[in-house]
Every structure is written in structure tokens, then in C-alpha cells.
């Protein structure tokens, strides 16, 4: 059988603290690629990963934008890339390690095993496994994510999880074109993409850390964006025909 090809994609702003420790760990603990998509941070992470392709030559990339065009359009950008390339699993990671990059072969493994399209690395679906971060963050996120369950009624305990492996066969037939959301509205909408195409879903637990290193990108704007647009999300899944836009 011909070999999975893997590609880990990190979006980055401003991750000058975090990108090299977090690629390094990455390929000591898992045999992917790994794909940077970076948004011309000012704090010039992507000099700091160029320097290092030289070292992982052919499994290391990076696309760089012009400018912070947010997570839900930098992801899309590096599917695109990978289904142009061939990868079979795609995995979504934050640069932060508030995802332990340890945990990817166990996202994979719940793919390949339970033979899932989609494997959530989640929150809250065994307790509540977050680390540091602060009460109010915490219940936000935990009711947030509830909220969510409730409005798009999907059978995911952690709706806004970032950290994810996606068989790339199930992946393409979701129509970015469609996607709109850009921060957790973007995480949202696509667990409710791959669940309404009939997509097999499974939640790994995870402990998820907060960061230690640089700061959080993301805003009340960003917040907001997904409270209301689980409302929009659902209310247009009503009118919609789910399927495949590869279809003939
Ligand atoms: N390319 C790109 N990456 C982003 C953008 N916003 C956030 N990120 C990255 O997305 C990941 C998650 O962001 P973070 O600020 O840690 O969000 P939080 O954990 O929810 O506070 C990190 O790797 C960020 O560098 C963006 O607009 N563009
Ligand atoms: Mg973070």
C-alpha cells in the first residue's frame, strides 16, 4: 500500500516565542509535514521558519499572506495546498502548544482505528481538561461550546476545538466556498459541515494547556462572530441541500 501522507497546518501571528520549539517538537514526536501559514507577522516568524527548511527539507513549508486575513481563511488556504498536493490527513494545530503535539498520533490513530473522517482533540468529552486559563475564559468557552450543541443540535461536546485530524477523502467534499466564519465561528462550521455531509466524527480527549509564551489573537470581535453565526449557520443548513460539491 502506498504511504499516508501527513501534513500538520499551524496558522501563525506573531508566534516568534513559540514557531521553532513547536515545529522541532512536532517532527521529533510524529512523521508528518508540516505546512506554517503565515500572516506577514510583524514579529517576522516567517524568517524564523524559512531558516529552518534547510534542515527539513521536504517536509517543512510555509505560505505567507499579505497580511492578518484571520484562522478560518489561513486553514482554508492550507486544505487547498494539501488537496493540490495529495496528503491523505490533514491536521489543524494552534503554535501555542496549548495543543501537545504528542497528541497528534493519537488523533491519527482514532482516525485509522475507528476508521473516523474527523477526529476532534476535545475539551469536554470526558470532564473538563483545560489547564491555566482563567475561570471566566473557561465557563465562556464550556457554555459557549454547550450553546453551539444546543442551536446546530450536533453530537460534539467540544464545538470550537482547534486541534483536529481530517481525512482528506471527506475534507474535500466540503465547499470552502461556502465557509464564512473566520475565527471560532470557522471550528464550528466545519464539525457542522462534516456532520451534515454524514461524515464519521469522534472526540479524543485532550488536556489543553494554556499558553505560556506571546499573547492570544483572539477578540471579543471573533467571539461574537460565533455566537451569532451559529444562529445564521443554522437557520441557512434549513434551506440548504447537503451534499458533496464534487458531485456531478
Ligand atoms: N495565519 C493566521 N494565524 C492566526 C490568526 N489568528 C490567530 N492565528 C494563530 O492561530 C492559533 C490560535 O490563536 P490563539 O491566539 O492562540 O487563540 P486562542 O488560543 O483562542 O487564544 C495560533 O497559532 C495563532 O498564531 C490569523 O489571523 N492568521
Ligand atoms: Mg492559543
Known amino acids: 500500500m502506498a504511504e499516508t501522507k501527513k501534513l500538520v497546518i499551524i496558522p ?7 514557531i521553532e520549539n513547536i515545529i522541532r517538537k512536532t517532527f521529533s514526536v510524529f512523521d508528518t509535514d508540516v505546512l506554517i501559514i503565515d500572516d506577514g507577522s510583524p514579529d517576522s516568524t516567517a524568517a524564523i521558519v524559512k531558516n529552518l527548511i534547510s534542515e527539513y527539507p521536504g517536509k517543512l513549508f510555509i505560505e505567507e499572506r499579505s497580511g492578518k486575513l484571520g484562522l478560518g481563511t489561513a486553514y482554508i488556504h492550507g486544505f487547498k495546498w494539501a488537496i493540490d ?11 501555542d502548544f496549548s495543543h501537545n503535539p504528542e497528541d497528534l498520533q493519537r488523533l491519527y490513530n482514532a482516525c485509522i482505528e475507528e476508521n473516523a ?9 470526558q470532564g473538563v481538561n483545560v489547564l491555566n486559563w482563567p475561570m471566566s475564559r473557561l465557563l465562556i468557552s464550556y457554555y459557549g461550546s454547550m450553546y453551539v450543541r444546543f442551536i446546530l443540535n450536533i453530537p460534539v461536546m467540544d464545538t470550537t476545538a482547534g486541534f483536529k ?15 464564512h466564519h473566520i475565527g471560532y465561528g470557522f471550528q464550528i462550521e466545519m464539525k457542522f459541515n462534516m456532520y451534515k455531509l454524514k461524515y464519521k466524527i469522534v472526540e479524543v ?8 509564551e506571546g499573547t492570544s489573537k483572539m477578540s471579543s470581535g471573533i467571539f461574537k462572530e460565533a455566537i451569532f453565526g451559529v444562529i445564521g449557520l443554522r437557520i441557512r443548513s434549513l434551506f440548504r441541500k447537503w451534499e458533496s460539491h464534487l458531485q456531478p
Open 85 to 95: 498536493r495529495g496528503y491523505d490527513f490533514l491536521f489543524e494545530m494552534d503554535a
Open 165 to 179: 485530524c481530517y481525512r482528506v477523502s471527506a475534507l474535500k467534499s466540503v465547499d470552502f466556498d461556502k465557509i
Open 12 to 18: 501563525t501571528y506573531n508566534e516568534k516565542e513559540n
Open 117 to 125: 473522517d474527523l477526529a476532534i482533540g476535545s475539551r469536554y468529552c
Open 205 to 212: 480527549p485532550i488536556i489543553f494547556k494554556d499558553r505560556t
